[in-house]
């Protein structure tokens, strides 16, 4: 399997320092890489309405009409998966990044070996969220990206899985936190949540980055935030 990466940065010599530490790196990795280089967010984005099966970005924040945190909300208004690095000469928009999920900031002049490290953590996502639940609903089998699932909770001996789509299927809670990684932390006895869409949590609440408030059983609290922390 190849991976796809683009670097969008509308100064040409920056763009190709990067894409030259990108194939020492693949090289080294002995990782089969497309690399695609833009001069500009818009050229990116006219490419990407076309084609959106992109795992890495390497964005410049600085360039022309639209800047590159602009162009990376507009990415993830449909895709999750891929991987956004900011490479910039600017370090106020560090917070903005966390709106799109960014991996990583770089400052400019790029460091080979934080590049490279980057390079492993965005690989090692990209490989994680190729991992999927197999189900079989509603007289099918149903393939759900681990990355896709928010939450899981019973009712009786009835677990519903929460993506996308919802899908409830008589199976134990315990046969899917074995199924599951390292991501998915069980809270109680009635749910597992997804780590990575937690935004905030209370002595009594699980606040999901989509909104969802769950509830959070008594003594959970403390294993929750402990989850968190080894996690992040």
């Known amino acids: 399997?190849?991976?796809r990466?683009?670097?969008c940065d509308d100064s040409g010599?920056?763009?190709e320092f990067v894409r030259e530490l990108l194939e020492q790196w693949a090289n080294q990795r002995q990782i089969d890489i497309q690399t695609e280089v833009f001069p500009s967010a818009e050229s990116f984005l006219f490419r990407y309405a076309e084609d959106k099966a992109f795992d890495i970005l390497l964005l410049d924040i600085e360039m022309g009409a639209m800047d590159g945190v602009t162009m990376a909300k507009r990415v993830r208004q449909d895709n999750e998966a891929v991987q956004i690095v900011f490479i910039t000469g600017y370090s106020d928009y560090i917070a903005e990044g966390y709106e799109v999920a960014a991996l990583h900031y770089l400052m400019k002049p790029v460091n080979r070996d934080k590049l490279l490290s980057v390079l492993?953590?965005?690989?090692?996502k990209r490989k994680q969220q190729e991992r999927c639940l197999n189900l079989?609903?509603?007289?099918?089998?149903v393939r759900i990206p681990f990355y896709?699932?928010?939450y899981l909770d019973v009712h009786q001996n009835y677990v519903t899985v929460h993506g996308k789509r919802n899908y409830t299927v008589k199976r134990s809670?315990?046969?899917f936190e074995?199924?599951?990684?390292?991501?998915?932390?069980r809270v109680g006895r009635g749910m597992i949540v997804n780590l990575t869409f937690i935004q905030r949590v209370t002595k009594t609440e699980v606040h999901l980055s989509d909104g969802t408030v769950l509830p959070l059983p008594r003594g959970a609290y403390e294993p929750l935030n402990r989850a968190i922390i080894q996690h992040t």
């Open 1 to 3: 399997m190849a991976y």
């Open 5 to 7: 990466v683009a670097i």
């Open 13 to 15: 010599e920056d763009a």
């Open 120 to 124: 492993d953590r965005a690989l090692e």
């Open 136 to 141: 079989e609903a509603y007289g099918e089998l």
């Open 148 to 150: 896709e699932i928010r």
């Open 173 to 175: 809670l315990g046969e």
């Open 178 to 185: 074995k199924e599951l990684d390292q991501r998915f932390c």
